[in-house]
């Protein structure tokens, strides 16, 4: 299935029985600030690829894209292919082994990983592939900042898009694994809905310098569209 990426004039192949983009990826892609200095950006769970071919409309060096499902790795390569983008590399590849397929360090890494914890009595879709993309089966969210503090440069940026809840779990971890907080933004369905996720920007090896941005609401954000 072949949709239209929101309104990038960009398509995207989908499979209606596999975990098919959504917002909280096009609102991570607008949150990324691309430094002038920025060579190199790496996008880890990609899925299907939303996040690195918005990205590929504001830089014009390498961006990587990181999926482990064979399946949905093949979706984006095809929307790639589609799309005539030249400056996307894929990797077929678990998050956890990609210092032995990625070489070298990368400025900025974005993320928009699975956002549920999974242990015996977790209640996950029937559909691996669904259940993959939601929870904590393959890589957990310490997977994902420990191994972005070994592939970034020293003061790269990390962004993420997360629920709520498990602020405080990133926030530990973003210390841990030496990253210094810079900004934070909540999201809202609308204006009388509680915070549904949020997105994250920090930097590696720099102090913490937290911004809280002003709230996003989804509903007046795709009246702009």
């Known amino acids: 299935m072949l949709n239209d990426l929101l309104n990038y004039n960009l398509k995207i192949y989908q499979n209606e029985e596999a975990f098919k983009y959504s917002i909280d990826s096009v609102l991570l892609a ?112 310490e997977d994902i900042i420990q191994i972005s503090s070994k592939i970034i440069t020293n003061s790269g940026s990390l962004y993420l898009v997360h629920r709520c809840e498990r602020l405080v779990d990133i926030i530990d971890l973003l210390n841990k694994y030496g990253f210094g907080l810079r900004k934070i933004q909540f999201v809202y369905d609308n204006l009388d809905s509680d915070s549904c996720f949020l997105l994250i920007c920090a930097k590696y090896n720099c102090k913490n310098d937290l911004k809280i941005m002003k709230p996003l609401y989804i509903d007046k954000y795709l009246e702009g569209k």
């Open 30 to 141: 607008e949150f990324v600030e691309i430094n002038y200095k920025a060579k190199r950006i790496i996008d880890l769970c990609s899925g299907n690829a939303p996040i690195p071919m918005i990205l590929s409309q504001k830089f014009s060096k390498e961006i990587y894209g990181i999926e482990i499902q064979k399946d949905i790795y093949e979706l984006a390569l095809n929307s790639i292919l589609y799309n005539d983008i030249k400056n996307i590399t894929m990797i077929n590849c678990d998050v956890n082994n990609i210092e032995v397929n990625v070489r070298g360090k990368f400025d900025i890494i974005t993320c928009n990983p699975p956002y549920f914890k999974f242990n015996k009595g977790s209640k996950i879709n029937k559909n691996d592939s669904k259940a993959i993309a939601r929870h904590e089966i393959l890589v957990t969210l």
